[in-house]
């Protein structure tokens, strides 16, 4: 586990394999995506690019502590 940008620690990498609650499939996170605010001078909000191995499909989820 890297710091990642802005110095956030997330527990997780691109490459995981993780399993959403409530949710039965299993999930690769594709990608992370903060978005940061430059008036705030922070990080609101850390979206993970998912994507299903059992249906192939990808989405979007906020991930919270």
């Known amino acids: 586990m890297d710091t990642h940008a ?3 620690r997330i527990p997780f990498e ?3 394999l993780i399993k ?3 949710y039965e499939n299993k999930f690769i ?3 992370i995506i ?3 605010s430059c008036k705030e001078r922070c ?3 850390i979206y993970f ?3 299903d191995i059992d249906n192939n499909s990808t989405c ?3 991930y919270k502590d």
């Open 20 to 22: 959403a609650k409530g």
């Open 34 to 36: 903060h978005c940061y």
């Open 6 to 8: 802005y110095y956030i």
């Open 14 to 16: 691109i490459g995981d």
């Open 43 to 45: 990080i609101n909000n």
């Open 49 to 51: 690019k998912l994507k």
């Open 29 to 31: 996170i594709e990608d």
């Open 60 to 62: 979007t989820k906020q």
